[in-house]
């Protein structure tokens, strides 16, 4: 791991910890000197205070709205006459009581604060500039390597102590910025995924599909009816737009429809084994997380077995866990060919078996991957373990 990249990991967890902290006892100990004692302890939890009520401002990144709403706390955490906060190309919010010079109308002041931080953004230090009136401070906001904007503040004089805390209130934002656009690289990537997954809906099961409704339309009029209704129904639910997670129940019931397509084409080489434990329905589920490992069973299992065989799928209530499985008696997976689909180093074979792996550790942790046991010749188990609980596991509104 890169030197930057882990002191803004550790910077974080060293803000997270005292955010936590200062929320657990409450701001009311600050004021009360019989509990903290010193002087140093009560300034202490002041900081950490006014740290956790600008952290919540910075969730979205470097933004003008954020920079508005967080200024104030940071006028007050460094005890200056004014402070700014800039991005790249312009000023973002600025409070305080600023010189005259710079403040000679209010749409000079911006440009006046900016020139200061134009100086720090192309030399990528802190910067001290001291005037007749006032002395700046001007600390860059840098994310690895990238200067993403500065903090300036405004004193009479700018001792030392003003200096370092200017330099180290802009590495916290920093780090602030970095875990919000590590997020955003977080959503962006679970979209990538989820639109990986929809892609599965092949161009060939569509076709096939329409193709077995059609075949019905003479013969079994009612028959073809019906499986229009869960045609559009399944793909309606497989492309929605809204909602990272589901119940457990409704991506069953889209399953369902799966697979009534796949045995209308298929007739009796495809039979299915449910064996679902009803309080286990209503648990939240990442959206498609077990309907691409039906479709996988399906198209690399069975469908390559001339005789077909059975697709079971189990749920059940494993204490804090969901615990469900897909299993096959089909052709199996080569363990070589396993390893390198879960690994990622290998294209276009049950990308949806890595697909879900890879969204269930990013979600829940790396130890609630997929469990897959499988041989050639003797069919595939995949076992996933949901957590009941997680603060993320929303379902989505129909």
């Known amino acids: 791991m890169p030197e930057s990249a882990f002191q803004t990991i550790l910077l974080l967890s060293v803000v997270t910890i005292a955010v936590a902290l200062v929320s657990l006892v409450g701001y009311h100990v600050v004021k009360s000197q019989r509990d903290l004692g010193t002087d140093a302890d009560r300034a202490t939890f002041e900081t950490l205070h006014l740290v956790s009520l600008a952290a919540p401002h910075f969730r979205s990144g470097l933004t003008s709205e954020g920079a508005s709403r967080a200024i104030k706390h940071l006028k007050t955490l460094l005890g200056a006459d004014g402070v700014a906060v800039t991005d790249a190309a312009q000023v973002l919010a600025f409070e305080g009581n600023f010189p005259s010079d710079l403040r000679a109308d209010t749409n000079s002041l911006p440009n006046a604060l900016f020139r200061i931080a134009r100086n720090t953004l192309e030399g990528g230090r802190t910067r001290v500039t001291r005037n007749d009136d006032y002395d700046a401070v001007c600390a860059p906001i840098q994310v690895q390597d990238r200067l993403v904007g500065t903090i300036v503040a405004i004193a ?3 001792d030392p102590g003003l200096v370092r805390a200017v330099t180290e209130t802009a590495a916290w934002v920093a780090s602030q910025v970095a875990v919000a656009e590590l997020n955003e690289s977080r959503a962006k990537l679970t979209e990538a995924e989820l639109k990986a997954l929809r892609a599965q809906i092949s161009p060939h099961f569509i076709y096939n599909s329409l193709n077995a409704i059609a075949s019905f339309i003479i013969t079994d009029p009612d028959r073809a009816r019906d499986l229009v209704v869960e045609f559009a129904d399944f793909t309606r639910y497989s492309f929605r737009r809204h909602g990272d997670f589901t ?3 409704e991506e069953l019931e889209s399953i369902h429809r799966y697979l009534l397509l796949e045995q209308a084409r298929f007739g009796d080489r495809i039979k299915v ?7 286990v329905l ?3 589920i990442p959206f498609l997380s077990v309907q691409p490992l039906v479709e996988n069973a399906v198209r690399h299992g069975l469908e390559k077995k001339p005789e077909g065989g059975v697709v079971t799928i189990t749920a059940h209530d494993v204490g804090e866990f969901a615990e469900i499985s897909i ?3 089909g052709v ?3 363990p070589a060919v396993l390893r390198a689909t879960l690994a990622g180093t290998t294209e276009g074979v ?4 890595r697909n879900v792996d890879v969204r269930l550790r990013q979600i829940y942790g790396p130890q609630h991957g997929l469990v897959v046991e499988t041989a050639p010749g003797h069919g595939t188990l995949i076992t996933m373990r949901i957590p009941k609980f997680h603060p993320e596991a929303t379902p989505a509104l129909p």
């Open 156 to 158: 009479h004089r700018a």
């Open 247 to 249: 119940t457990f129940k």
């Open 273 to 279: 084994k449910l064996s679902i434990a009803p309080e």
């Open 282 to 284: 209503p648990i939240v």
């Open 327 to 329: 299993e096959d008696d």
């Open 332 to 334: 199996g997976i080569d």
């Open 350 to 353: 049950h990308v949806g078996l």
